[in-house]
């Protein structure tokens, strides 16, 4: 009996020790599963904001491309008379706005989350869809861009 009392202790000691070593591989799977969460988090915030960088690349371009084409047709109008040539055509400010509308909404964006490493994990989850939809405002301002009337005429005929 009294080894029967000893076998019951020694595996019960076994028991708890066996418990103790999941409980510590169960630690850091959970561990392992926040860190992982919270790479995938940062990751997202990143790619986010690369999508804002690109779309303000995008429409930079899109806007030198449509001056330039403003340009030509100006040129393919002849001369014009009565305009001051240093000003700004209304196209060009327009242009212009909506480059500037793009710049300020990236700007702004970067500010906030700049320290995507250092920030509270919350908010920068709770953030990434502000940042995404940034992204396709920029984009919407590019099919903003107005081009120029093709003219086969310039006005002599």
Do not use: Y
């Amino acid at each position: 009996m009294l080894t029967a009392t000893l076998i019951a202790v020694v595996s019960s000691i076994l028991a708890v020790r066996i418990a103790v070593l999941a409980l510590g591989v169960a630690r850091q799977s959970v561990q392992s599963a926040d860190n992982a969460h919270e790479r995938d988090v940062r990751l997202q915030a990143r790619s986010a904001l690369a999508d804002v960088r690109g779309s303000f690349q995008k429409l930079s371009a899109d806007c030198e491309l449509n001056l330039e084409k403003w340009r030509q047709h100006e040129r393919s109008k002849g001369i014009t008379f009565g305009g001051n040539p240093f000003e700004p055509t209304k196209e060009e400010q327009e242009t212009g706005a909506l480059r500037s509308h793009g710049a300020r909404m990236a700007r702004s964006i970067d500010e906030r989350f700049q320290s995507i490493e250092q920030m509270n994990l919350d908010d920068l989850e709770s953030g990434i869809p502000e940042i995404r939809q940034t992204a396709a405002s920029i984009d919407a301002l590019a099919r903003r861009l107005r081009e120029p009337k093709d003219s086969t005429t310039n006005g002599w005929r």
